[in-house]
């Protein structure tokens, strides 16, 4: 079962005397996706390392699944955590399946416990097992070694995901695929992931919300859609980049905005859940300022302009 | 007798023998740095030889002193003459292999650029190269100074007069005095030597950063 | 007399000096193994006593070889016992260095993969950082053994006895035969045991996956 995460209070303060995290309180809801964004610097990392308490707290408590994490014994807070970092971290002399199998040793699963998981997270990340099994890490390509790097994350079954910049590492095809079956795991698992990216475009399409730090402080926090809208300040606006308003379009479906029944013969089509964006793209590709909308069975039942969206966005600002 | 009675009654000996072996050391390090270099220098010219001449040198010298020793008397005799072999081997090579590799390590484009200007091969061997390479080759001297001590040492066998002398005699007349004095004394030149040269190869290094 | 008559008349004694001499270097090298690579894990534990250790194992290696001999009989007599533990303290430098250094330069973030996961300080050492140390730990493992098998040629003078009797009579009666009869044994296992230990270590790094 998923569980929450919460931040009450945190700070952190260094050696050397730098707050690297102010008073940081935020709530991560079971089974959703946050995303901490921010500038190097801004302590998201560094929050994200005490939740498996890589690094303690100087003030302040976090709690997962309303347990705080100074309660749990430390290997037993990380077994129960999964851990995905940028650079992977495969033990380069062990199998992937040994790889994988680390967690679930640990705790002492049977062996034929552990054979099974392992083979159905190597489905669950896209690794066929029969091929994949024996293989060194230095026989994979980047994007098959953070697939394993993931599979391991998640092999004891943890109720929550911690995630390092995990695709940074990796070519933007290859990172692009893998967001993407990110998103159909955890369709599937509902987990709790907790993400750092400095990579918006990924923020947007990762997180069901999203918090933006500076300088250690939480400057917002809220829905893709809303930080897109409405951004906090100057600061923030620019972190979501000049195409922001297009990255808000990213986020609402099409059927949101859309005037129903039968439209016209507009070449453009746009399927109802997808995106404005991808209803404008279509719209220029086609060379048409409109775009009919199609249902699931595939039948017309509506329509949208260009003006239409552009309206949106502006009435949303 | 103690240690201490010992050296009332022989210290003269012991400072002729300590005497002997600084001014041993002094000259074959001296002579063996200027031939390592020089060698070393020629060695890395011809950039070829240097990858053939490095994993040689690593042979020869991973060989024990006593054997260098021992083959060399057939050939040179005893005396002075007899250390030539182990105290080239022990002593020219680490030099030598140093300064070819070191030479080899410096950034072929600082070269160009040296070159680039208008200064002579000889001046961007003495001017840039060299200094370059300065820190790797005080490591060669360093290694080469603490196995000259030690080949010193040993060469005591073959009638060399050093502190090894006071060694062999305690081992042969089971005279603990001379042979811990022996001991102790080229223990601390060694290390003394060593610390030295540590020294140099550091300030080699903050010089060039 | 000549090399060749000489050998095939005391090669039984030349075979008996070479078990004897192989046997104490290796006695020497096993010692300084199960006292080196401990020391090593302490450096990398607790990393404020690693200059120490490597400093004060980096002077006795500085120390000549015959002064070292020549140290142990005052302190414990003459025979096999001191010849091994003169060897043992020479060869904690290359285990103790290369034990550390191994555990130094495993890559930050496996380190880090390790500890995320949950594994403790003692599964991590045991599990990931040793396994992945091996091949340099075994370098310095070949660097010891070469160079004891080289010092075991002193201890002879200190009546332990080794291929060292015949380089060092052959030397006081100026016969080349012995000199040779001695020698020739000592670099080939000198020789040997570099090869063999080279061959190990390519292995190791093959079965980390790294080579």
Known sequence: MAQAIEFRHVSKRFDNGSLAVDDLSFVVEAGTTMALVGPSGCGKTTSLKMINRLTDPTSGEILVGGRSIAATGLLELRRSLGYVIQYVGLFPHMTVAENIGVVPHLLGWPRSRIEARIDELLDLVGLAPREFRDRRPRALSGGQQQRVGVARALAADPPALLMDEPFGALDPITRDRLQDELIQIQRKLRKTVVIVTHDMDEAVRLADRIAVLRAGKLVQLGTPAEVLASPADSFVAELLGRDRLLKLLRTTPVAKIMTSGGGGAAGARIAEQGSLEEALLAMLAAGQPDAVVLGSDGQLIGSVTAADIVRSAVRRV | ?209 | MNLFDYLTANWPRILDLTLHHIELSLYAVALALAIGVPLGILCYVVRPIAAIVLNAVSIIYTIPTLALFGLMLPLIGIGVVPAIVAVVLYSLLPIVQNTYTGLMVVAPEIREAAKGLGMSPGGRLWRVELPLALPIVSAGVRVAVVNAVGMMTLASLIGAGGLGDLIFRGISTLSWALVLAGSVPVLALAALADVGLKALERRLAAWQGIA
């Open chain 2, 1 to 209: 007798m103690t240690l201490l009675d010992y050296l009332h009654f022989q210290g003269d000996l012991v400072a002729r023998l300590a005497w002997q072996h600084m001014l041993l050391f002094g000259l074959s390090l001296a002579g063996a740095t200027i031939i390592g270099v020089g060698l070393g220098v020629a060695v890395a010219r011809v950039r070829w030889v240097a990858s053939v001449v490095v994993p040689a040198v690593n042979l020869l010298q991973a060989c024990p002193e006593v054997v260098l020793l021992a083959v060399s008397i057939p050939l040179l005799g005893i005396g002075f003459e007899g250390a030539l072999i182990p105290l080239f081997v022990k002593g020219v090579l680490p030099i030598l292999r140093n300064t070819a590799s070191g030479l080899a390590g410096v950034d072929a484009r600082t070269i160009e650029a040296a070159t680039g200007i208008g200064l002579t091969p000889r001046q961007v061997l003495l001017r840039i190269e060299l200094p370059s390479a300065l820190p790797v080759i005080i490591s060669g001297i360093r290694v080469s100074a603490v196995m000259l001590v030690s080949v010193l040492t040993l060469t005591a066998y073959i009638g060399v007069e050093s502190l090894g002398t006071l060694i062999v005699q305690g081992i042969a007349r089971m005279d603990p005095a001379p042979l811990i004095l022996g001991s102790l004394l080229t223990a601390l030149f060694a290390v003394a030597v060593n610390y030295i040269l540590v020294g140099a190869e550091r300030a080699a290094v903050n010089r060039l950063s």
